[in-house]
């Protein structure tokens, strides 16, 4: 801790609040989806459960036109 604060100290620091990417979050979604409640999964995933919701439905969605067009 001394070294990260010799370093920058003095220095305004921001971190990412998203640390996981689209790919991730959707795949996550996909394979924890009826082991895990939305809300759980939110809260893993340190989103908001509308949002895991609207990316489910998404997902979902996709599926469906993928398996039309075929």
């Known amino acids: 801790?001394?070294?990260i604060y010799n370093r920058y100290?003095?220095?305004t620091i921001t971190f990412p609040k998203k640390l996981y990417n689209r790919k991730f979050v959707l795949q996550?979604?996909?394979?924890?989806?009826?082991?895990?409640?939305?809300?759980?999964i939110a809260?893993?995933?340190?989103?908001?459960?509308?949002r895991v919701?609207?990316?489910l439905k998404e997902v979902?969605?996709?599926?469906?036109c993928r398996k039309e067009t075929v």
């Open 1 to 3: 801790m001394e070294k």
């Open 9 to 11: 100290r003095g220095l």
């Open 28 to 40: 996550y979604i996909l394979e924890n989806y009826g082991k895990e409640t939305t809300q759980e």
């Open 43 to 50: 809260r893993n995933l340190d989103l908001s459960e509308r």
């Open 53 to 55: 919701k609207q990316l």
């Open 60 to 64: 979902k969605e996709n599926s469906m």
